[in-house]
């Protein structure tokens, strides 16, 4: 039996060290606890297989060892079965953020059982975990290439393997990979997904804002960056609105602000749906909330999760 906590920012990291904790077991069972109560997890942990067979059950997002917040009753009953656990069933907790040394739960596991630290890899590891990978795969990159892979989806490692996916992909067989081919790639998808991001929240999509939201910290996009593209997309809306308003031609909307047609076209469909004063309202709430973010009152990305849901619902 096994009870560990694994604590680190790469959820690819995390998985490598749960598969060498699980090896060739196949009775393993996953939950996350974003969407799945503690009484769910303890009830399966108390659980004895009559046939007695080890179990490993794996927890997802347990950020209650974090800054999240779980219910005090929760936290007393894990503590209470971690006095007593079930020796067939060995449980595998994961936090993605930093871990707070105060909370009970956090001292409890440094008594009596491991907290596995799992640091983000230098760059020149990075790189080197790539060539092996991709080597694996039966194709061929060179080191300058890889390191172009690696400075260009921000030292992430899962951001990283994401893009070296995608590259494979493309490819479909194994084959020498281009560089010029990795820089298209690879540009084409970083830079998209802040432009999608955007279309998402002035769409009202809340589903798609709050997904790529989440691919985007991931990548470590800055949310400074998000709101700046987000508030400039809402400033051409409301100009084209008070330029229709004079009664403007598209022809002179297009030479006042500089557009392309198809521009012009996208921010007409975009603009539609709102009345003046909810975009000059959105502007207003996305100054403050820059603001806010900059002056350290808000956490970045909460903040425009708060944006999205004030948006979108």
């Not at 997890?41 to 209650?64: D, H, Q």
């Not at 892979?149 to 393997?161: E, K, R, T």
């Not at 494979?168 to 020498?176: A, D, G, I, K, T």
């Not at 425009?304 to 619902?313: A, H, K, R, S």
């Amino acid at each position: 039996m096994k009870i560990v906590l694994i604590n680190g920012e790469s959820i690819l990291l995390c998985n490598e060290k749960i598969n060498s904790i699980v090896g060739d077991n196949k009775n393993v069972i996953s939950f996350d606890m974003n969407g799945c109560s503690m009484e769910d997890v303890l009830l399966e942990a108390g659980y004895f297989s009559m046939f007695e067979e080890e179990k490993f059950i794996i927890i997802r997002n347990a950020n209650f060892f974090g800054s999240g917040k779980v219910n005090e009753k929760d936290i007393d009953a894990l503590l209470k079965y971690l006095d007593n656990p079930n020796p067939l069933s060995s449980m595998i907790f994961i936090c993605n953020e930093k871990i707070d040394a105060r909370k009970k739960i956090t001292k409890k596991f440094k008594e009596k059982y491991e907290i596995i630290s799992i640091p983000n890899l230098k760059y020149y590891e990075i790189e080197n975990k790539v060539m092996a990978y991709i080597q694996k795969q039966h194709y061929k990159i060179d080191m300058e290439t890889v390191k172009y892979i690696v400075a260009n989806s921000l030292n992430n490692y899962d951001l990283v393997m994401g893009e070296v996916e995608k590259i494979l992909l493309y490819y479909s067989e194994p084959c020498f990979i281009k560089r010029q081919d990795v820089e298209n790639i690879i540009s084409r998808s970083i830079n998209t997904n802040n432009f999608l991001f955007v279309d998402a929240v002035i769409d009202g999509d809340l589903e798609r804002s709050l997904s790529l939201l989440k691919d985007l910290k991931v990548m470590k996009v800055e949310p400074t960056v998000l709101l700046s593209l987000l508030a400039r997309d809402i400033r051409i809306m409301l100009q084209i609105k008070n330029l229709l308003e004079q009664n403007k031609r598209e022809y002179e909307i297009l030479n006042e602000l500089k557009l392309m047609d198809w521009q012009l076209e996208k921010y007409l469909k975009k603009a539609f749906p709102y009345k003046k004063k909810e975009l000059e309202e959105w502007l207003v709430k996305l100054c403050r909330l820059d603001l806010k973010i900059k002056s350290g009152k808000l956490d970045k990305y909460y903040a425009l999760e708060l944006l999205i849901l004030d948006i979108c619902t």
